[in-house]
């Protein structure tokens, strides 16, 4: 028989919300579960009162009930899925698999279920923002269960669920990073990386790392983008380059953008022998494991190949360009995150800002 409760709940900023679950039970046991929050209690009644009717009326769509395991392998098996995944969320759902949060119902997942699982990766080791990650990514598998699979699952759930475990500090977004090299590291980094680019063993493939990592900071591009561009993609006349399927979070390809090439980018560009339909034909992560190993030996801390990115944006602000032309740089769609995120100004070079 099908019922419906109301539970309400006050958020951080002090507004009302009303959720409304809708139950089947058979023999003791929820056969079924959904719910949907509203911000009038009313809303949330009438919904309710409606999903009670028309389940009572025309039963429950025969959908399946798996384990959260069962439900992670067919995401993962699911190619049209799975080839759409980062790697970062890809290792994060290929964990979650082996974790005791596998072996509960799609159908039953609780609160206390997910808190547990919090608790046990932090009493691991794991950071607030490294578990956020799995809390994020576990939700979104679970998004995919009834229209992909046709599968129950609580999705509803983690909206209960998240603010608890801001409370509680088991989750957390990462800190605003605010890290530039200073001057004298990035001349010991060119000479570092000079060195590493001019000695060739068994042959290998010699980058270029110092014309990598001055056109990183004069386009403010990701190092995946960078050495993505193809020579096709440039516009010598006009001095710009397009860069295809730049990262957003509201769409995951088609996000070609074009870039001018300031400075000296065009003329590092144009030096690159054409031997490839790439410019800088390399794999990003031999660049960033050279870059790496040169830091690591000069014993410069703290500073990621993506902080050139940060370093690129502030000299733009800082040489007087408005907040919109550095957006045209970087790519960003949301100027408060260019803003807050990948701005970090040295006041005194305000002095050399153009007129």
Do not use: C, D, N, Q
């Given at each position: 028989?099908?019922?419906y409760s109301i539970e309400h709940r006050k958020l951080v900023s002090g507004e009302s919300r009303y959720r409304s679950q809708v139950v089947i039970k058979k023999g003791g046991r929820i056969i079924h579960r959904e719910q949907k929050t509203f911000r009038k209690k009313a809303h949330a009644v009438e919904y309710g009162k409606k999903r009670v009717f028309e389940l009572e009326a025309e039963g429950v769509n025969k959908s399946q009930v798996v384990t959260l395991g069962e439900l992670i392998e067919k995401y993962i098996y699911d190619a049209n899925l799975w080839n759409n995944t980062g790697r970062t969320k890809r290792y994060v759902i290929e964990m979650l698999r082996d974790c005791d949060i596998a072996n509960v119902l799609s159908n039953e997942l609780k609160p206390s279920d997910i808190i547990q699982h919090c608790k046990n990766r932090i009493a691991a080791g794991a950071k607030p923002v490294t578990v956020y990650h799995d809390v994020a990514y576990l939700r979104s598998v679970m998004r995919k269960a009834k229209p992909v699979f046709n599968i129950d699952a609580n999705v509803g759930v983690?909206?209960?669920?998240?603010?608890?475990?801001?409370?509680?500090?088991?989750?957390?977004?990462?800190?605003?990073r605010t890290r530039r090299p200073k001057d004298d590291e990035l001349e010991q980094l060119r000479e570092g990386l000079l060195q590493r680019q001019n000695f060739r063993k068994n042959g290998n493939v010699r980058i270029p790392f110092i014309d990598i990592l001055d056109f990183s900071v004069l386009t403010c591009m990701r190092i995946g983008e960078v050495c993505a561009i193809t020579w096709e993609d440039l516009d010598e006349k006009n001095k710009q380059v397009l860069v295809r399927n730049r990262k957003d979070p509201r769409k995951k390809s088609g996000n070609h953008m074009l870039v001018p090439l300031l400075g000296e980018s065009f003329d590092i560009v144009m030096r690159q022998p054409r031997e490839s339909d790439r410019i800088f034909p390399y794999n990003p992560r031999s660049v960033t494991a050279g870059f790496q190993r040169v830091r690591n030996a000069l014993g410069i801390t703290d500073l990621r190949y993506h902080d050139l990115r940060r370093e690129g944006a502030s000299?733009?602000?800082?040489?007087?360009?408005s907040i919109e032309e550095v957006a045209q740089v970087t790519g960003h769609r949301n100027l408060n995150v260019l803003w807050t995120v990948y701005t970090e100004l040295f006041p005194h070079k305000l002095h050399d800002k153009k007129h």
């Open positions: 028989m099908a019922s983690f909206e209960e669920t998240i603010p608890i475990l801001v409370e509680m500090k088991l989750i957390g977004r990462s800190e605003k000299r733009l602000f800082e040489k007087g360009y």
